[in-house]
Structures are given as C-alpha cells and as structure tokens.
Nanobody
Framework: VQLQASGGGLVQAGGSLRLSCTVS????????FGWFRQAPGKERDFVAS????????DYADSAKGRFTISRDSSKNTVYLQMNSLKPEDTAVYYC?????????????????WGQGTQVTVSS
C-alpha cells in the first residue's frame, strides 16, 4: 500500500486544517489507518487511528476533542480534521497503515508510512 499525505500549511492558533491521506496500491479495506506527528527534535508520536472494519477511532490525549479521523472508502482517502489548533501542534504529520489492527498500529508502529506534510501553527 502507498500513502500520500497532503493538506498541511500555516495557520494561526485557534484555526483549522484538514489533512488528507490518499491510499493506492493495495486498496483493499482490511487496513487500519492512522496519523502520527513529529516535532523538531522529538520522537514521532501517535495522534489518531481508525480501525477496519468497524471504523473504531482512537486518539492521543492531546488530540481528543479537537481532532477527528475519518475515512472515505469510495475515495480511498483518510482524513484528519484538526480544529482549535495550538502552536504545540506544529509538526510534520505522517499517515500510516497497518493490516494487523489499530492497536498494533499505535503500540508497535505501522507497516507502511506516507511522506509527511508540514503543519505550522503560529501564536
């Protein structure tokens, strides 16, 4: 499976962005998908995931109540809607895929990564 992330940019604190991750290659619906982010000088951290087949969502504490992950299988696209953005959300955001489930994706890391998209939140 190949993943292509887009939608990053520069936004003021309190603003919103929607990231998209287009899936190609093995587009069967058996993958769980997620988003991770990496700020300068920090490790790559889990942000959110959506499971297959039930679409159960999971969020890092920092994302709960502000971010929403969703998928549109007809478009082979996974989204991350980010609202009420804060300067500490500034990072490169990566989409990810894992056939062994969303728990595996979060705890052990995904088997496939997309390229990152930069999100910068100004204060």
């Amino acid at each position: 499976v190949q993943l292509q992330a887009s939608g990053g940019g520069l936004v003021q604190a309190g603003g919103s962005l929607r990231l998209s991750c287009t899936v190609s290659g093995d587009t069967s619906s058996r993958y769980s998908f997620g988003w991770f982010r990496q700020a300068p000088g920090k490790e790559r951290d889990f942000v959110a995931s959506i499971s297959w087949p039930r679409g159960r969502t999971d969020y890092a504490d920092s994302a709960k109540g502000r971010f929403t992950i969703s998928r549109d299988s007809s478009k082979n696209t996974v989204y991350l809607q980010m609202n009420s953005l804060k300067p500490e959300d500034t990072a490169v955001y990566y989409c990810a895929a894992e056939p062994r489930g969303s728990s595996w994706l979060r705890q052990r890391g995904p088997s496939a990564w997309g390229q990152g998209t930069q999100v910068t939140v100004s204060s």
